[in-house]
């Protein structure tokens, strides 16, 4: 069973880069059929998809973020990372990391696996 | 852009009772792309219905969706205590790639 599994610090700084890791056990993210995404959601309000990553490390980000963005994968340690720079308030949220299928035929990108997410704080 | 609205934001029924959730695409979507997630308090969301009525592995069908163009409906047609959540639509799209809809709350009567 694939199982995903957050973490990272639980409180950062304003300005300063906030940091998390995705552990993916059960599976291996070095696979051609899936891609890795980080999914945050504030208190008390929607999801927000932050960005993607392959295993070949082609990347995808939200435009509203994609400035501040970097998401990173080591296949060695079957893990993938987010970094958020210059960290603000409204950042603070439930860091989520998921998995969806490569996109192609048949039509199946939906997020079938999540990890239990992290709370991140920003404030100083 | 293509914005999702859902709608209402909260509904109070009671167990037994049917519910239909509507998600309205600001543009036209192909029914491929259009998902359904549950979410409880505390936990993560989980995929409930793909490609518009496609029921994920697991799901009761008690649950299914419907739609086409921009407009989307997820029905519950008996709620169970366990279906009081968050209800999500998702579609995978252009820039950005994947956008979610406010959400709809199902709370207990």
């Known amino acids: 069973q694939l199982q995903l599994q957050e973490s990272g610090p639980g409180l950062v700084k304003p300005s300063e880069t906030l940091s998390l890791i995705c552990s993916v056990s059960?599976?291996?993210?070095?696979?051609?059929?899936?891609?890795w995404a980080w999914i945050r959601q504030a208190p008390g309000k929607g999801l927000e998809w932050i960005g993607n990553?392959?295993?070949?490390?082609?990347?995808n980000y939200n435009p509203s973020l994609k400035s501040r963005v970097t998401i990173s994968a080591d296949t060695s340690k079957n893990q993938f990372s987010l970094e958020l720079n210059s960290v603000t308030a409204a950042d603070t949220a439930m860091y989520y990391c998921?998995?969806?299928?490569?996109?192609?035929?048949?039509?199946?990108?939906?997020?079938?696996?999540w990890g239990q997410g992290t709370l991140v704080t920003v404030s100083s | 852009e293509i914005v999702l609205t859902q709608s209402p934001g909260t509904l109070s029924l009671s167990p037994g009772e049917g519910v239909t959730l509507s998600c309205r695409a600001s543009?036209?979507?192909?029914?491929?792309?259009l998902g359904w997630y549950q979410q409880k308090p505390g936990q993560a969301p989980r995929l409930l219905i793909y490609s518009t009525s496609s029921r994920a592995t697991g799901i009761p069908d008690r649950f299914s969706g419907s739609g086409s163009g921009t407009d989307f409906t997820l029905t519950i047609s008996r709620l169970e205590p366990e279906d009081f959540a968050v209800y999500y639509c998702q579609h995978y799209g252009t820039s950005p790639l994947f956008i979610f809809g406010g959400g709809t709350k199902v709370e207990i009567k």
């Open positions: 059960g599976g291996s993210i070095y696979s051609g059929s899936y891609y």
């Open positions: 998921a998995r969806h299928v490569k996109p192609g035929y048949p039509p199946f990108v939906y997020f079938d696996y």
């Open positions: 543009q036209t979507i192909s029914r491929n792309y």
């Open positions: 990553i392959y295993y070949t490390g082609t990347t």
